[in-house]
């Protein structure tokens, strides 16, 4: 069993920056591989970012080159660094672990889930 609690989110202007965090417990994190889903309001959740067991990264088309995910091992520690952030970024956003080494887009293929975190870009 995993435990995934994130942290981070807030309201910020259009072009903004806010950093989420992932704070994992209960079994070895560096054994899991580990992504970011974003849900709006009336939409279904989708992928933003993953990283592998490595260190390896993939983004959606819609944050790449204003994202960046990141994980220390060490501080079992998931981070997603988001700039330039636009209005339809705007939903609650999930960390998920993967018990594989490489990740996926697909919810179905993850294993644990945190609470959420809200982030609002006004406009």
């Known amino acids: 069993q995993v435990q995934l609690v994130e942290s981070g989110g807030g309201l910020v202007q259009a072009g903004g920056s806010l950093r989420l965090s992932c704070v994992a417990s209960?079994?070895?994190?560096?054994?899991?591989?580990m992504a970011w889903f974003r849900q709006a309001p009336g939409k279904e959740r989708e992928f933003v970012a993953a990283?592998?067991?490595?260190?390896?990264?993939y983004y959606a088309d819609a944050v790449k080159g204003r994202f960046t995910i990141s994980r220390d091992n060490a501080k079992n520690t998931l981070s997603l660094q988001m700039n330039s952030l636009k209005p339809e970024d705007t939903a609650v956003y999930y960390c998920?672990?993967?018990?594989?080494?490489?990740?996926?887009?697909?919810?179905?293929?993850?294993?644990?889930w945190g609470q959420g975190t809200q982030v609002t870009v006004s406009s």
């Open positions: 998920a672990a993967r018990q594989r080494s490489l990740y996926s887009t697909a919810t179905t293929q993850y294993d644990y």
């Open positions: 209960g079994r070895t994190f560096s054994n899991y591989a």
């Open positions: 990283i592998n067991r490595r260190g390896n990264t």
